[in-house]
């Protein structure tokens, strides 16, 4: 079946049935393999992009569930946040397996657009369905408040 995905900005046609995962025609279908498989069940956020802005769980949502609504992933996802995001986890050296940051960068640039001062409590929250098995948490959250700060320069 074929449905029209708005994806990155673009629109974008899929061959895939209404409930296929999102997740399943990212990475199978579009080859965008930025956005992670972890669990399965929405619990580790590896899979996490935004629908309308808001992050989400691709690997429970099916594209029934996206309908009309903008899809932005790892690939796509831009604006000042998302560069000073970038620069911060560089300069901090945030990544250490790296398989969790797509989601945790998708995470936290959802959180800087709501959020552009976060406090430690508004990180926790935002970020407490993101699993790092590296255990990157503190540097994760410097580079929150770093980017914060820059958006803030």
Known sequence: MSIM?????????????????LLWVLRGE???????????????????????????RACITPLSAVGDGK??????VAGPEAVALREAWTTLDVAQC???????LMSACAL???TPR????????????????CGTYPRIRAAIH???AKRRD
């Open 118 to 133: 976060p406090t430690d409590a508004d990180i926790n929250a935002a970020m407490s369905g993101n699993a790092c098995r």
């Open 30 to 56: 579009l080859h965008l393999n930025g956005t992670k498989f972890g669990c399965g069940m929405a619990l580790c956020g590896a899979c996490t992009v935004h629908l309308n802005g808001e992050p989400i």
């Open 98 to 104: 790296g398989y969790c940051q797509s989601g945790q």
């Open 71 to 76: 899809v932005t992933t790892i690939e796509g």
């Open 5 to 21: 995905l708005h994806l990155n900005g673009t629109p974008t046609p899929v061959n895939a049935e209404p409930d296929t995962p």
């Open 112 to 114: 800087l657009r709501k």
């Open 146 to 148: 770093q980017a914060a």
